[in-house]
């Protein structure tokens, strides 16, 4: 039975959407139907297609009472809208429903898992968010909450454990058919933490263990926790709140984190034996990943940064995009990143120059555009004599351009949209430290309208931001203060 409240969210997102011109919106990026979005959530494959909900404001394009929206795709890259999947209608959700996973059950039914919040006044007259552990259970299409939600609630959770700050369930099935799922915590320190429950049915959960706590290592509160295998190794990833950097990582505040360890069956818990940033752009969080059915691991995060959400105009009649799927595997103890495959399909129109000498600025025939996979390699002219910097620029004409430097005697990556055509005082500049210097620079930029994500050295790390510059600004150009060589392939993508 479709509540009232999802029923009039349904009817507003179908008018709503009309209203916004399929050209202004990224071309193989998950945008939002209409509204806000942020959080990826019940990323998964069903019925012969890949769904991926998420957090959803469908009445304004700020953020607001969180429902789900729905979107269904066979490439990961081309989405089908479908009518919004969750609204807060319950009592324990009446302020919001928060992110959470899917999975489906041996009967083919749609099994979601998600955060219910319901404010709760304190005795000083604030307000506290109350979050527990909800069901929805559907076909890929309606979805009808657990009669008996919470399923998980505070009489659970450990001594001293947050009932305010206790969300984000992912779910996954065991080989032995039995559920686990790990959950978001803030422990009795204020710290974060990730709890693993298990469920013989996915219904009736119980507590197991403390997976992996923080001690305030990583920032507060650990929000949006995933946790598979990959490679012969355990990996955790978070979006940490509150992080303070760490040399070149975790300079977000509100960040990813990417933990490789080990798990122990006996006692349930998780030991970290490296940790990184998952993305050291600006624009990055939440991120989410499933098992596909040919075995990749692929992880999908919101395409934004908490503290750059007035980037747009609020008149605007949508914000919000996710990231280009990934394929994620193991290489010398870190988490590389390459993009999908599939991305490959959309390419055409290819451009390729060789050992081309750039001194000064340099614009190639052929080599522009706002939807571009393109493969640079950049060399000094000799070891000898390093260039000082190199820089590519894009969505670029005499007023605007995003760049990305390189400084080969700092090792240093630089990401900057301080010229993008931004009209508030935000983060515009993100720096990394590469493993190259004297040898070859190998960087993979994707653009795709608002966003570029730029793949370092195949995949050792990513830098991911948006832009909201006039799609008129198309230009690319290269610059070297100094003497550089490049090799550049690059194509176009529809």
């Known amino acids: 039975m479709i509540s009232q409240t999802l029923r009039e969210a349904r009817k507003f997102e179908e008018a709503s959407e009309k209203l916004i011109k399929k050209e202004d919106r990224p071309a193989f990026h998950l945008s939002v139907r209409t509204g806000w979005l942020n959080d990826p959530n019940g990323f998964g494959w069903y019925q012969g297609k890949y769904h991926l909900f998420y957090q959803y404001h469908p009445y304004s394009s700020q953020w607001g009472p969180m ?30 429903c928060f992110s959470g996973s899917a999975i489906e059950l041996p009967d ?44 998980l609630d505070e009489a659970v959770l450990p001594k001293g454990s947050s009932r305010f700050d206790f969300r984000d369930p992912k779910l ?6 039995t559920y686990c799922c790990v959950i978001g915590n803030r422990s009795a320190d204020e710290s974060g933490q990730v709890l693993l429950f298990t469920s013989e049915d996915g219904f009736h959960w119980q507590y197991k263990s403390v997976l992996a706590a923080n001690k305030n290592r990583f920032g507060k509160m650990w929000e949006c926790p ?31 984190l990417c933990l490789i360890g080990s798990y122990d069956e006996a006692s349930c818990t998780f030991a970290d034996e490296a940790h990184q940033a998952i993305d050291y752009g600006i624009d990055f969080y939440a991120p989410q990943t499933i098992l596909t059915p040919d075995g990749r691991r692929v992880m999908i995060g919101w395409m934004q940064n908490w503290d750059t959400c007035s980037i747009h105009a609020p008149e605007k009649l949508w914000f919000g995009q996710m990231s280009l799927p990934r394929e994620l595997s193991i290489k010398n103890g870190r988490l590389y990143q390459a993009p ?19 001194c ?8 522009k555009g706002r939807k571009v ?28 351009r995003t760049s990305v430097s390189f400084r080969p005697h700092e090792q ?27 040898e070859a620079l190998k960087l993979r930029l994707i653009l795709d309208q608002y966003s570029a994500e730029i793949f370092i050295n195949d995949g050792e790390q990513v830098m991911t931001a948006t832009m909201y510059t006039e799609k008129e600004a198309d230009s690319i150009s290269f610059f070297a203060d100094g003497k550089a060589e490049i090799d550049v392939v690059k194509y176009d993508l529809s």
């Open 67 to 96: 429902h789900w929206g729905h979107a269904v795709s066979s490439d990961l890259l081309h989405w089908e809208y479908l009518p919004a999947a969750l609204a807060p209608d319950e009592f324990y959700d009446r302020d919001g």
């Open 108 to 151: 083919g039914r749609h099994l979601l898992m998600y955060t219910g919040v319901s404010k709760e006044r304190q005795k000083n007259g604030s307000f506290c968010d109350v979050q527990t552990q909800c069901l929805a259970v559907g076909d890929g299409m309606d979805y009808e909450k657990y009669e008996n939600n919470p399923v």
């Open 172 to 177: 996954w099935r065991q080989d032995d058919g």
């Open 226 to 256: 995933d946790f598979f295998s990959l490679d012969r190794k355990q990996v955790l990833l978070a979006s940490p709140m509150d992080m303070l950097p760490q040399g070149f990582e975790y300079h977000n505040g509100n960040g990813t």
């Open 340 to 358: 999908v495959r599939e991305l490959e399909q959309l390419r055409h129109n290819k451009v390729e120059y060789r050992a081309v000498p750039v």
């Open 360 to 367: 000064g600025t340099v614009s190639l025939e052929g080599i």
């Open 373 to 400: 996979d393109m493969e640079l390699t950049v060399r000094p002219e000799s070891r000898e004599k390093l260039y000082q910097k190199f820089a590519i620029r894009f969505a670029q004409n005499e007023e605007y």
């Open 412 to 438: 240093t990556l630089k990401i900057d949209r301080k010229f993008s055509g931004s009209r508030r005082a935000i983060i515009h500049q993100r720096r990394c430290r590469v493993s190259s210097g004297d």
